[in-house]
């Protein structure tokens, strides 16, 4: 024996009424919801095949031909009806205004289309072919086929449906025999479904056009991918070999020297290490170049409480530095951390390279806005010549207090040498 188990609602409804409840629901949101929203019809685009072969006036005139089209059409409906000798301006005008609303109504202009037909018979006193005498069912067509072209598929087909509804509706009150709405039905099917499906044809062209720039830009990015990995690979080749090369000779020097002094052996024993920091922090940095899903190591970012470390490290290459702390001394967010440490790091480089024998002096501030950075260094001394450079450290330390919406500051003193200074905020709901 077994159980059957249907999923019955609360309340007791069938799928059928949620059926039915949701087209009701898709035919109020359709022509009920907003149906007096103001929505003017933009002008025509002009890229296409035929219209950007025209001169520049005249396609700038072609921007407004639907709108042309519209209000000939209803000017044509007015003329007609006055040349009929009858009385029939005022009722002309209505169908005609129906017409022209929908350039800035265009559900409203449907409801108003419906309303034109028998405003027109009572005006007109004919009532032969109720509901949609000539005028009524050339106004009606043409409503019909602007505001399809405006709006979605559905309600197209729910402005047919009620159209269809409401004609049969009229005959049955009126009881007039023979009536037109079949010849209503068909005539606006066929322009209803023609409307649709160039509307349906240029929904696709636009979703292929939006797959088409997405590949595109993938591609770019896939071509951009391959480029880094190439010169990552090729920086890596190059660079790494050398630093190793400057390593294992650095650690084989105080052999080959006999009673090597000690201040020798921790000199090639600095350089050593300082190479083999570089060749790791170089392959840790091209490791992100390389590849996209890169992981970063788990060893955690420096920060400023490294500083010591890369102080007495440059003070064992020779560099005089000295560091000065004012303020609140606290913990700030990562990135600030980070940057302000490679911000002194590649200033007490420069100083290395552009001003051998020079000191140095490395200021933080703490304050309530944030972390202030000054490194500043006096004029180069002694035999060494400086190092020419290119400029990109102080480029890099400008990107790096910029992505933290901070300041930089990097120019020469009165006395020969050079000072880097930097503001970098740090809001208070940034604090970790």
């Avoid at 037109?180 to 409307?195: D, R, Y």
């Avoid at 010169?231 to 190059?238: C, W, Y």
Wanted: net charge negative; no cysteine; charged share 20%.
């Amino acid at each position: 024996m077994t159980e059957t188990t249907q999923r019955i609602d609360p309340g007791g409804r069938s799928p059928e009424f949620h059926h039915a409840v949701g087209i009701l629901r898709g035919l109020r949101e359709d022509l009920f919801h907003d149906a007096m929203e103001y929505r003017p019809l933009p002008p025509m685009a002009t890229d296409g095949p035929v219209t950007r072969r025209l001169p520049g006036r005249i396609r700038r005139y072609a921007a407004w031909l639907p709108h042309a089209v519209v209000a000939g059409a209803a000017l044509l409906l007015l003329l007609g009806v006055y040349e009929t000798g009858r009385v029939l301006l005022v009722a002309g005008l209505v169908p005609a205004g129906a017409m022209l609303l929908t350039l800035v109504r265009p559900v409203a202009a449907f409801w108003a289309s419906l309303l034109a037909a028998p405003v027109f018979g009572f005006f007109t006193g004919e009532w032969d072919g109720w509901p949609w005498s000539p005028p009524a069912f050339l106004a009606h067509l043409v409503v019909l086929t602007v505001v399809a072209a405006r709006t979605r598929p559905r309600t197209a087909a729910w402005m047919w449906v009620i159209t269809g509804a409401y004609g049969m509706a009229a005959e049955v009150v009126l009881g007039s025999g023979y009536g037109n709405t079949p010849e209503m039905l068909f005539t606006s099917a066929l322009a209803l479904l023609g409307v649709t499906v160039l509307q349906v044809r240029r929904q696709a062209r636009e979703e292929v056009t939006a797959q088409q720039t997405v590949t595109a830009q993938e591609r770019s990015m896939r071509t951009l991918l391959e480029e880094r990995t190439t010169i990552a690979r090729e920086l890596h080749d190059v660079v790494a070999h050398h630093m190793s090369v400057v390593a294992i000779q650095a650690e084989a020097a105080p052999y080959r020297v006999e009673n090597a002094p000690p201040e020798l052996e921790q000199a090639f024993a600095t350089i050593r290490e300082n190479a083999v920091a570089a060749l790791t922090e170089l392959r840790r940095v091209l490791g992100v170049v390389r590849a996209e899903d890169y992981e970063a190591p788990d060893a955690p970012q420096p920060t400023l409480g490294d500083l010591d470390g890369l102080l007495a490290n440059v003070r064992e290459a020779g560099l005089g530095v000295e560091k000065t702390v004012t303020g609140a001394v606290r913990e700030l967010p990562q990135g600030v951390e980070l940057s302000a440490y490679r911000i002194v790091q590649e200033a007490l480089s420069n100083v290395l390279r552009h001003a051998p024998g020079a000191g140095a002096r490395v200021e933080l501030s703490y304050v309530l806005g944030g972390l202030g950075l000054r490194v500043v260094n006096g004029p180069p001394r002694g035999l060494l010549k400086p190092s020419p450079g290119a400029g990109h450290g102080i480029t890099g330390m400008r990107e790096r207090v910029a992505m933290l919406n901070g300041e930089l500051t990097a120019e020469a003193t009165d006395d020969g040498g050079y000072e880097v200074a930097a503001f970098i905020p740090v809001a208070k709901e940034e604090a970790p």
